[in-house]
């Protein structure tokens, strides 16, 4: 029996450390995020992941297109994880998860007008990259983002 026992825990040892799940997956999404483009910016943030939630916020600020928000929050829920999306202020739109990796995070709203999936990943170079992508007015239209980390002031 200790014999047993010696070897499931050694078996655990040389495993590694246990792998997170749901929401705390996300973890790597934390912080406050931006981006610059000609006279255009971006900002994003993101708190938690919290007691099963994340919150998040977007501030975009273009010349032609004028100053958009948008609140976020991702749930971890009984059936899984959720993003809700409130564009200015709107009720939230619900996308279920899709896709959930190292690092990579998808979740999908077929109903939805546009756009019907929302993307997150951590790039390599350390960029939070974001993709929303779907059909509008049967075409296939995708817009990306680029964030870099702010960095916080000493």
Not at 2 to 18: E, H, R, W
Not at 46 to 69: A, I
Not at 72 to 90: D, H, N, Q
Not at 117 to 144: C, H, N, P, S
Request: charged fraction near 30%.
């Amino acid at each position: 029996m200790k014999k047993q026992l010696l070897f499931v825990l050694s078996g655990l040892l040389m495993a590694g450390p246990i792998m997170a799940q749901g929401i705390d997956k996300l973890a790597w999404m934390n912080g406050a995020w931006s981006q610059s483009k000609d006279r255009d910016s971006v900002e994003e943030s993101w708190l938690g992941p919290r007691n099963k939630v994340m919150v998040g916020v977007n501030l975009s600020v273009s010349e032609r297109r004028g100053t958009n928000y948008e609140f976020l929050r991702i749930v971890e829920g009984t059936e899984g994880l959720s993003y809700f999306a409130s564009p200015a202020g709107k009720p939230p739109v619900e996308f279920k998860l899709k896709e959930m990796g190292d690092r990579k995070v998808s979740f999908e709203n077929r109903a939805n007008d546009f756009p019907q999936r929302i993307l997150y990943w951590l790039d390599a170079d350390g960029a939070l990259k974001a993709r929303i992508e779907g059909t509008m007015q049967g075409v296939e239209r995708g817009i990306d983002w680029r964030f870099e980390k702010k960095r916080q002031p000493q």
